[in-house]
Protein backbone atom coordinates (compact mmCIF):
# COMPACT_ATOMS: atom_id res chain seq x y z
CA UNK A 1 0.00 0.00 0.00
CA UNK A 2 1.25 3.47 -0.85
CA UNK A 3 0.46 6.29 1.48
CA UNK A 4 1.90 9.85 0.22
CA UNK A 5 5.64 8.83 -0.01
CA UNK A 6 5.26 5.90 2.42
CA UNK A 7 5.55 1.88 1.44
CA UNK A 8 3.74 -0.11 3.91
CA UNK A 9 3.88 -3.88 3.50
CA UNK A 10 0.67 -4.29 5.58
CA UNK A 11 -2.45 -3.27 3.70
CA UNK A 12 -4.62 -3.65 7.46
CA UNK A 13 -4.74 -0.52 9.31
CA UNK A 14 -4.88 -0.03 12.97
CA UNK A 15 -7.99 2.31 13.81
CA UNK A 16 -7.17 5.00 16.38
CA UNK A 17 -9.52 4.21 19.21
CA UNK A 18 -9.80 6.67 22.33
CA UNK A 19 -8.97 5.32 25.38
CA UNK A 20 -7.49 2.05 23.73
CA UNK A 21 -4.51 2.65 21.07
CA UNK A 22 -2.38 4.33 23.79
CA UNK A 23 1.65 4.25 23.10
CA UNK A 24 1.48 0.80 24.88
CA UNK A 25 -1.42 -0.66 23.10
CA UNK A 26 0.89 0.17 20.11
CA UNK A 27 4.27 -1.35 21.09
CA UNK A 28 2.23 -4.65 21.86
CA UNK A 29 0.63 -4.53 18.16
CA UNK A 30 3.99 -3.77 17.18
CA UNK A 31 5.09 -7.10 17.50
CA UNK A 32 2.76 -9.11 15.81
CA UNK A 33 3.04 -6.40 12.23
CA UNK A 34 4.48 -3.63 10.30
CA UNK A 35 1.16 -1.87 9.54
CA UNK A 36 -0.06 1.72 10.01
CA UNK A 37 -1.08 2.19 13.61
CA UNK A 38 -2.59 5.21 14.69
CA UNK A 39 -2.56 7.17 18.36
CA UNK A 40 -6.14 8.00 19.69
CA UNK A 41 -6.91 11.58 18.82
CA UNK A 42 -5.82 14.21 19.93
CA UNK A 43 -7.54 17.27 20.80
CA UNK A 44 -5.81 20.18 19.06
CA UNK A 45 -7.28 23.33 21.71
CA UNK A 46 -5.59 21.35 24.49
CA UNK A 47 -2.00 20.48 22.69
CA UNK A 48 -2.27 23.98 21.72
CA UNK A 49 -2.87 24.62 25.62
CA UNK A 50 0.62 22.22 26.28
CA UNK A 51 -1.87 19.77 28.86
CA UNK A 52 0.50 17.87 30.04
CA UNK A 53 -2.12 14.45 29.92
CA UNK A 54 -2.48 15.27 25.76
CA UNK A 55 0.73 15.57 25.41
CA UNK A 56 1.62 12.12 26.98
CA UNK A 57 -1.41 10.69 24.01
CA UNK A 58 1.16 12.04 21.71
CA UNK A 59 4.09 10.11 22.47
CA UNK A 60 5.87 7.95 19.92
CA UNK A 61 7.94 5.30 20.42
CA UNK A 62 10.83 4.83 17.80
CA UNK A 63 9.31 1.08 17.49
CA UNK A 64 5.42 2.86 16.47
CA UNK A 65 6.66 3.83 13.00
CA UNK A 66 4.46 4.38 10.67
CA UNK A 67 1.99 5.81 12.90
CA UNK A 68 -0.40 8.46 12.35
CA UNK A 69 -0.93 10.63 15.07
CA UNK A 70 -4.68 12.23 14.71
CA UNK A 71 -6.27 15.66 15.80
CA UNK A 72 -9.81 16.58 16.51
CA UNK A 73 -10.43 19.92 16.64
CA UNK A 74 -13.07 22.56 14.43
CA UNK A 75 -10.57 25.89 13.81
CA UNK A 76 -8.41 26.26 11.17
CA UNK A 77 -5.97 28.22 13.07
CA UNK A 78 -5.62 26.30 15.79
CA UNK A 79 -5.49 23.05 14.04
CA UNK A 80 -2.23 23.95 12.18
CA UNK A 81 -0.66 25.25 15.65
CA UNK A 82 -1.50 22.00 16.96
CA UNK A 83 -0.04 20.41 13.44
CA UNK A 84 3.03 22.08 14.17
CA UNK A 85 3.29 20.93 17.63
CA UNK A 86 2.16 17.63 16.71
CA UNK A 87 5.09 17.21 14.05
CA UNK A 88 7.79 17.79 16.88
CA UNK A 89 6.81 14.31 17.99
CA UNK A 90 7.84 12.74 14.61
CA UNK A 91 4.54 11.02 13.48
CA UNK A 92 4.30 9.87 9.58
CA UNK A 93 1.43 11.50 9.15
CA UNK A 94 -0.81 13.89 10.54
CA UNK A 95 -4.67 12.93 10.68
CA UNK A 96 -7.41 15.15 10.66
CA UNK A 97 -10.62 13.51 12.26
CA UNK A 98 -14.15 14.49 10.33
CA UNK A 99 -15.63 11.44 11.29
CA UNK A 100 -16.25 11.34 15.63
CA UNK A 101 -20.15 10.82 16.12
CA UNK A 102 -19.92 11.61 20.05
CA UNK A 103 -21.87 14.73 20.98
CA UNK A 104 -19.54 16.64 22.64
CA UNK A 105 -17.52 16.46 19.48
CA UNK A 106 -20.40 17.76 17.38
CA UNK A 107 -21.51 19.94 19.61
CA UNK A 108 -17.65 21.87 19.40
CA UNK A 109 -18.25 21.49 15.35
CA UNK A 110 -15.71 18.96 15.60
CA UNK A 111 -14.90 15.70 14.43
CA UNK A 112 -18.51 14.24 12.49
CA UNK A 113 -19.72 18.26 12.61
CA UNK A 114 -16.98 19.01 9.98
CA UNK A 115 -19.15 16.75 7.67
CA UNK A 116 -21.66 19.05 7.52
CA UNK A 117 -19.59 21.94 6.28
CA UNK A 118 -17.32 20.30 3.57
CA UNK A 119 -16.18 23.68 1.99
CA UNK A 120 -14.63 24.51 5.48
CA UNK A 121 -13.38 21.07 6.10
CA UNK A 122 -11.10 21.22 2.84
CA UNK A 123 -10.04 25.04 4.11
CA UNK A 124 -8.96 22.99 7.09
CA UNK A 125 -7.18 20.36 5.57
CA UNK A 126 -5.56 23.08 2.97
CA UNK A 127 -4.60 24.88 5.90
CA UNK A 128 -2.72 22.69 8.17
CA UNK A 129 -1.67 20.48 5.18
CA UNK A 130 0.29 23.86 4.30
CA UNK A 131 1.38 24.69 7.84
CA UNK A 132 3.46 20.83 8.09
CA UNK A 133 5.84 19.05 6.37
CA UNK A 134 4.25 16.02 7.84
CA UNK A 135 1.81 14.09 5.36
CA UNK A 136 -1.64 15.59 6.31
CA UNK A 137 -4.66 12.80 5.88
CA UNK A 138 -8.17 12.85 7.03
CA UNK A 139 -10.18 10.25 8.67
CA UNK A 140 -14.46 10.84 7.72
CA UNK A 141 -17.33 9.28 6.99
CA UNK A 142 -19.70 8.99 3.80
CA UNK A 143 -21.83 12.09 5.04
CA UNK A 144 -23.35 13.57 8.18
CA UNK A 145 -27.18 11.71 7.63
CA UNK A 146 -26.68 10.89 3.78
CA UNK A 147 -23.85 9.53 1.19
CA UNK A 148 -21.82 12.31 0.25
CA UNK A 149 -18.64 10.81 0.18
CA UNK A 150 -17.46 10.94 -3.72
CA UNK A 151 -18.63 14.91 -3.30
CA UNK A 152 -16.64 15.46 -0.38
CA UNK A 153 -13.58 13.12 -1.30
CA UNK A 154 -13.47 15.11 -4.58
CA UNK A 155 -13.31 18.53 -2.74
CA UNK A 156 -10.45 17.46 -0.82
CA UNK A 157 -8.50 15.91 -3.85
CA UNK A 158 -7.16 19.45 -4.12
CA UNK A 159 -6.36 19.99 -0.49
CA UNK A 160 -2.66 18.41 -0.25
CA UNK A 161 -4.05 15.70 1.71
CA UNK A 162 -2.26 12.35 1.08
CA UNK A 163 -4.81 9.76 1.72
CA UNK A 164 -8.41 9.66 3.18
CA UNK A 165 -9.95 6.83 5.58
CA UNK A 166 -13.48 6.75 4.77
CA UNK A 167 -15.97 4.95 7.32
CA UNK A 168 -18.89 3.48 5.25
CA UNK A 169 -21.32 4.51 8.15
CA UNK A 170 -22.93 7.89 7.96
CA UNK A 171 -22.34 10.60 11.30
CA UNK A 172 -25.90 9.89 13.02
CA UNK A 173 -25.53 6.13 12.46
CA UNK A 174 -23.12 5.86 15.11
CA UNK A 175 -21.11 2.67 15.46
CA UNK A 176 -23.92 0.52 14.04
CA UNK A 177 -26.46 -0.27 11.72
CA UNK A 178 -25.28 -1.72 8.02
CA UNK A 179 -22.32 -0.45 6.31
CA UNK A 180 -22.17 0.56 3.06
CA UNK A 181 -19.38 -0.95 1.24
CA UNK A 182 -20.56 -0.16 -2.21
CA UNK A 183 -20.33 3.59 -1.57
CA UNK A 184 -16.53 2.75 -0.56
CA UNK A 185 -16.42 1.35 -3.55
CA UNK A 186 -17.37 4.53 -5.63
CA UNK A 187 -15.37 7.02 -3.65
CA UNK A 188 -12.32 4.71 -4.22
CA UNK A 189 -13.52 4.47 -8.27
CA UNK A 190 -14.20 8.23 -8.37
CA UNK A 191 -11.81 9.96 -6.05
CA UNK A 192 -8.15 10.76 -6.83
CA UNK A 193 -6.60 9.98 -4.03
CA UNK A 194 -5.56 6.99 -2.04
CA UNK A 195 -8.51 5.68 0.08
CA UNK A 196 -8.29 3.10 2.96
CA UNK A 197 -11.82 1.49 3.90
CA UNK A 198 -13.18 1.01 7.82
CA UNK A 199 -15.99 0.02 8.94
CA UNK A 200 -17.79 -2.75 10.38
CA UNK A 201 -14.95 -5.27 9.55
CA UNK A 202 -15.57 -8.49 11.98
CA UNK A 203 -12.96 -10.13 11.01
CA UNK A 204 -9.77 -11.62 8.60
CA UNK A 205 -12.16 -12.86 6.21
CA UNK A 206 -14.14 -10.09 6.52
CA UNK A 207 -11.55 -7.44 6.25
CA UNK A 208 -9.91 -9.45 3.26
CA UNK A 209 -13.22 -9.31 1.32
CA UNK A 210 -13.63 -5.66 2.27
CA UNK A 211 -10.58 -5.19 0.63
CA UNK A 212 -11.34 -6.84 -2.14
CA UNK A 213 -14.95 -5.76 -2.76
CA UNK A 214 -13.85 -2.12 -2.50
CA UNK A 215 -10.75 -2.25 -4.55
CA UNK A 216 -9.30 0.15 -1.46
CA UNK A 217 -5.40 0.63 -1.11
CA UNK A 218 -5.86 -0.89 2.61
CA UNK A 219 -8.92 -1.67 5.46
CA UNK A 220 -8.84 0.01 8.71
CA UNK A 221 -9.88 -2.49 11.80
CA UNK A 222 -10.83 -1.13 14.92
CA UNK A 223 -13.10 -3.61 17.38
CA UNK A 224 -12.11 -6.56 16.30
CA UNK A 225 -8.67 -5.31 17.18
CA UNK A 226 -9.85 -5.38 20.79
CA UNK A 227 -7.94 -8.12 22.70
CA UNK A 228 -6.75 -9.50 19.04
CA UNK A 229 -3.83 -6.55 18.29
CA UNK A 230 -2.55 -9.20 15.92
CA UNK A 231 -5.23 -9.10 13.72
CA UNK A 232 -3.83 -6.53 10.65
CA UNK A 233 -0.88 -9.46 10.72
CA UNK A 234 -3.33 -12.42 10.72
CA UNK A 235 -5.68 -10.80 7.83
CA UNK A 236 -2.26 -10.31 5.85
CA UNK A 237 -1.45 -13.74 6.29
CA UNK A 238 -5.25 -14.68 5.04
CA UNK A 239 -4.62 -12.44 2.19
CA UNK A 240 -1.10 -13.36 1.52
CA UNK A 241 -1.01 -17.06 2.26
CA UNK A 242 -4.59 -18.07 2.32
CA UNK A 243 -4.13 -18.84 5.77
CA UNK A 244 -3.59 -17.79 8.99
CA UNK A 245 -3.19 -18.42 12.70
CA UNK A 246 -4.59 -16.55 15.66
CA UNK A 247 -2.47 -15.97 18.86
CA UNK A 248 -1.67 -19.67 20.70
CA UNK A 249 -2.25 -19.57 24.36
CA UNK A 250 1.18 -18.75 25.69
CA UNK A 251 1.50 -16.02 23.41
CA UNK A 252 -2.08 -14.53 24.42
CA UNK A 253 -0.47 -14.39 28.21
CA UNK A 254 3.27 -12.90 27.13
CA UNK A 255 1.10 -10.52 25.35
CA UNK A 256 -1.34 -9.34 28.26
CA UNK A 257 1.73 -9.05 30.68
CA UNK A 258 3.87 -6.71 28.31
CA UNK A 259 0.93 -4.60 27.69
CA UNK A 260 -0.15 -4.61 31.88
CA UNK A 261 3.54 -3.84 32.27
CA UNK A 262 3.70 -0.91 29.52
CA UNK A 263 0.04 0.79 30.98
CA UNK A 264 1.36 0.33 34.54
CA UNK A 265 5.06 1.84 33.69
CA UNK A 266 3.71 4.57 31.93
CA UNK A 267 0.40 5.68 34.58
CA UNK A 268 1.34 4.13 37.46
CA UNK A 269 -0.06 0.52 38.76
CA UNK A 270 -3.20 1.43 39.72
CA UNK A 271 -4.48 3.73 36.88
CA UNK A 272 -2.02 1.24 34.65
CA UNK A 273 -4.57 -1.92 35.58
CA UNK A 274 -7.21 0.58 35.75
CA UNK A 275 -6.70 0.88 32.01
CA UNK A 276 -5.57 -2.87 31.31
CA UNK A 277 -9.39 -3.96 32.69
CA UNK A 278 -11.09 -3.17 29.60
CA UNK A 279 -8.02 -4.81 27.27
CA UNK A 280 -8.03 -7.76 29.48
CA UNK A 281 -12.15 -8.78 29.00
CA UNK A 282 -11.05 -8.74 25.40
CA UNK A 283 -7.58 -10.60 25.65
CA UNK A 284 -9.65 -13.08 27.65
CA UNK A 285 -12.31 -13.70 25.22
CA UNK A 286 -9.90 -14.13 22.61
CA UNK A 287 -8.23 -16.92 24.74
CA UNK A 288 -11.89 -18.40 24.85
CA UNK A 289 -12.08 -17.65 28.74
CA UNK A 290 -15.31 -17.11 30.55
CA UNK A 291 -14.65 -14.25 32.06
CA UNK A 292 -17.62 -13.20 33.59
CA UNK A 293 -16.39 -15.95 36.37
CA UNK A 294 -13.12 -13.88 36.86
CA UNK A 295 -12.68 -10.97 39.22
CA UNK A 296 -11.46 -8.87 35.34
CA UNK A 297 -12.82 -4.88 37.20
CA UNK A 298 -10.94 -5.71 40.99
CA UNK A 299 -7.68 -6.24 39.18
CA UNK A 300 -5.48 -3.19 40.49
CA UNK A 301 -1.43 -5.68 40.96
CA UNK A 302 0.62 -7.23 38.34
CA UNK A 303 0.65 -9.69 40.94
CA UNK A 304 -3.32 -10.07 41.16
CA UNK A 305 -3.18 -10.51 36.99
CA UNK A 306 -0.60 -13.75 37.18
CA UNK A 307 -3.35 -14.94 39.29
CA UNK A 308 -5.89 -14.03 37.20
CA UNK A 309 -4.07 -14.95 33.80
CA UNK A 310 -3.41 -18.56 35.69
CA UNK A 311 -6.88 -19.29 36.47
CA UNK A 312 -8.29 -18.42 33.01
CA UNK A 313 -5.97 -19.11 30.71
CA UNK A 314 -4.02 -21.80 32.46
CA UNK A 315 -0.67 -20.39 31.61
CA UNK A 316 1.99 -19.34 33.90
CA UNK A 317 5.04 -17.53 33.09
C1 LIG B 1 -13.93 2.80 21.61
C2 LIG B 1 -13.73 3.49 20.29
C3 LIG B 1 -12.94 4.62 20.21
C4 LIG B 1 -12.76 5.28 18.99
N1 LIG B 1 -11.93 6.36 18.93
C5 LIG B 1 -11.67 6.94 17.74
C6 LIG B 1 -10.73 8.00 17.63
O1 LIG B 1 -10.09 8.41 18.60
N2 LIG B 1 -10.54 8.56 16.39
C7 LIG B 1 -11.22 8.10 15.28
O2 LIG B 1 -11.02 8.63 14.18
N3 LIG B 1 -12.09 7.10 15.35
C8 LIG B 1 -12.31 6.49 16.55
N4 LIG B 1 -13.15 5.43 16.61
C9 LIG B 1 -13.73 4.89 15.36
C10 LIG B 1 -12.84 3.77 14.79
O3 LIG B 1 -11.57 4.27 14.44
C11 LIG B 1 -13.49 3.15 13.54
O4 LIG B 1 -13.63 4.12 12.56
C12 LIG B 1 -14.86 2.55 13.86
O5 LIG B 1 -14.85 1.80 15.05
C13 LIG B 1 -15.35 1.66 12.70
O6 LIG B 1 -14.44 0.61 12.47
P1 LIG B 1 -14.73 -0.87 13.05
O7 LIG B 1 -16.12 -1.23 12.60
O8 LIG B 1 -13.66 -1.73 12.46
O9 LIG B 1 -14.66 -0.78 14.55
C14 LIG B 1 -13.39 4.79 17.83
C15 LIG B 1 -14.20 3.65 17.90
C16 LIG B 1 -14.37 3.00 19.10
C17 LIG B 1 -15.23 1.76 19.15
Avoid at 219 to 243: I, W
Avoid at 257 to 263: G, I, N, Q, T
Amino acid sequence: MRLGNLLIDNPFVQAPMAGWTDAPFRTVARRFHDGLLYTEMVSAEALCRGNRRTLDYCRIDERHHPVALQLVGHDAGRLAEAARIAARFRPDFIDLNAGCPDLKMIMQGSGGALLRKPEKLAAIVSKVAGSVRTPVSVKLRLGWGRDDSVRIGKMLEGTGAAFLTFNCYMVTQGHSGPGDREALRRVVEEVDLPVIANGGVRDEEDAVAMLKFTGAGGVMMGRSTRGRPDRPKTACDLLNEGTFKGMDIETLGKTVREHARLECGMFGEERGMGRMRKHLHWYLKAGGADNRKLPVDRLSTMEGLDRLLERALGHSR
